[in-house]
């Protein structure tokens, strides 16, 4: 069964500065998604960044990238020139690639807090 | 699109009660999944729909809880008696292709009192 692990229970940065959020997985297929959503105090998930595993390029939305590691089976995202409103939990996610009903759940990291310091 | 709408946003009720909670997925989105969070617990998925038909109940709690999907615009999920360990933030998803992830509503805060 797959696993999504996130080391850090909490991290803090200064508005401005950047900061890597850690995730690692676990899994034995090749095919498959990886996600970090993003739940602020007002508690709606919101999708910040989506990658494909058999993409070699990392992903990159504005101020969100990721650091794809496959081998390493890591998935780390990097928040560019923080700022107050990117306060919230983050939670990287897993979804197979394979097409069967089961493999439309998704598997979730116990989520981060990251708290932006003015 | 106006997203995944829930409803209501917040529920209090007295133990022992029955609860409704409200879910309108995305237009053509045809998987619907209901979540449970709790800071004990994380998200937990409770069951989910594929095409309106449940596929996978294995995470609900007990036979206190059920889920219906009519059709392919309204989901509920009723929990009947309610009990204080309910008490949680339910969430209710929907997504359409496999790798674009869920679309979330806004949640249902439940406390049982």
């Known amino acids: 069964a797959q696993t999504v692990t996130q080391s850090q229970p909490e991290m803090s940065v200064q508005e401005a500065e950047t900061v890597t959020l850690s995730c690692t997985y676990d899994?034995?297929?090749?095919?498959?998604?990886l996600f970090w959503y993003k739940q602020p105090p007002s508690r709606q998930m919101i999708l910040v960044i989506r990658q494909e595993a058999y993409k070699q390029q990392n992903a990159t939305e504005n101020r969100f990238s990721v650091n794809f590691q496959k081998a390493a089976k890591s998935f780390s995202l990097k928040i560019s020139d923080s700022q107050l409103g990117d306060a919230a939990m983050y939670f990287c996610?897993?979804?197979?690639?394979?097409?069967?009903?089961?493999?439309?759940?998704?598997?979730w990291g116990a989520g981060t807090k990251l708290i932006i310091k003015p | 699109d106006a997203g995944v709408i829930q409803s209501p946003r917040h529920e209090v009720t007295e133990m022992g009660q029955e609860v409704t909670l409200r879910c309108k997925p995305i237009s053509g989105h045809d998987y619907l999944f209901w979540y449970r969070q709790t800071m004990m617990r994380g998200l937990e998925l409770l069951i989910y729909f594929n095409n309106n038909v449940p596929i996978d109940d294995s995470g609900m709690p007990e036979d206190r809880f059920s889920a219906k999907m009519p059709n392919a615009s309204f989901s509920t999920l009723k929990i009947q008696p309610s009990e204080p360990r309910d008490s949680a933030v339910y969430f209710c998803?929907?997504?359409?292709?496999?790798?674009?992830?869920?679309?979330f509503g806004s949640g249902t805060r439940l406390t049982v009192v």
């Open positions: 899994t034995s297929e090749s095919d498959y998604y």
């Open positions: 998803a929907s997504s359409l292709r496999q790798d674009y992830g869920y679309t």
């Open positions: 996610a897993y979804r197979s690639a394979t097409s069967s009903h089961s493999n439309y759940q998704l598997i």
